[in-house]
Structures are given as structure tokens and as C-alpha cells.
């Protein structure tokens, strides 16, 4: 069993960065892929950003590419999400997720999320 919690949400300007944090219970972290998805009001939840456990693979949507960075400490059972040049569109609520193997569409956990807003 892993238990998530993310931190780090908040509102910021159009341009602006901020940085998301998963913190993770349970001895077993370093064995898992860790994956961000978000949920915009009205829309289904996607996929932002996924690294494995060794940090040797990250996957990501193309909507992110070149702005946003993921990142792991297996040491502090903590994955990041670096997100810069941060526009309207990346308002959503941002959820971290956790499953063994590499990353795939199915995920075994899930945090509670984070609210991101961004304003114009």
C-alpha cells in the first residue's frame, strides 16, 4: 500500500513557475513509477508527466514539453514537478499517482491533488 500526499498548489500569475511536490509513505517507493495527471473543471483527467523508479525514463504530454520538469528523491520518498512558464490552460487540479513497472494508463494509487490556478 503507498499513501500520497501532494503539496505545493496555489495561484500564480500567467509566466510564473511553481513546483509541486508528492510525498509518499512506504518503504517500497523507490520500486515505483511515479506519474502527475490533472483535472480541469469540466474536462477528464490527463496525463502530465511520468518518471520511473530509477529516474532512467520520463514520459510527458506534449502540452507540457519543454516547460514542465519531473524529478524524484528516492531517498525522501518525494517525486516533483517543476512547472515553469505556466499558462491559463495548466489551471486544473494536479493529482500524483504511483504504480509498479513502467509507466502505463492505469495507475494503482492516487493522492488527493493539489489546486494549480493560473491567471491571466
Known amino acids: 500500500q503507498v499513501q500520497l500526499v501532494e503539496s505545493g498548489g496555489g495561484l500564480v500569475q500567467a509566466g510564473g513557475s511553481l513546483r509541486l511536490s508528492c510525498a509518499a509513505s512506504?518503504?517500497?517507493?523507490?520500486?515505483?513509477?511515479m506519474g502527475w495527471f490533472r483535472q480541469a473543471p469540466g474536462k477528464e483527467r490527463e496525463f502530465v508527466m511520468a518518471?520511473?523508479?530509477?529516474?532512467?525514463?520520463?514520459y510527458y504530454a506534449d502540452s507540457v514539453k519543454g516547460r514542465f520538469t519531473i524529478s524524484r528523491d528516492n531517498a525522501k520518498n518525494t517525486v516533483y514537478l517543476q512547472m515553469n512558464s505556466l499558462k491559463t490552460e495548466d489551471t486544473a487540479v494536479y493529482y500524483c499517482?504511483?504504480?509498479?513497472?513502467?509507466?502505463?494508463?492505469?495507475?494503482?494509487?492516487w493522492g488527493q491533488g493539489t489546486q494549480v490556478t493560473v491567471s491571466s
Open positions: 499517482a504511483a504504480r509498479r513497472g513502467d509507466h502505463r494508463p492505469e495507475y494503482n494509487y
Open positions: 512506504g518503504r517500497t517507493f523507490s520500486t515505483y513509477t
Open positions: 518518471i520511473t523508479w530509477s529516474g532512467d525514463r520520463i
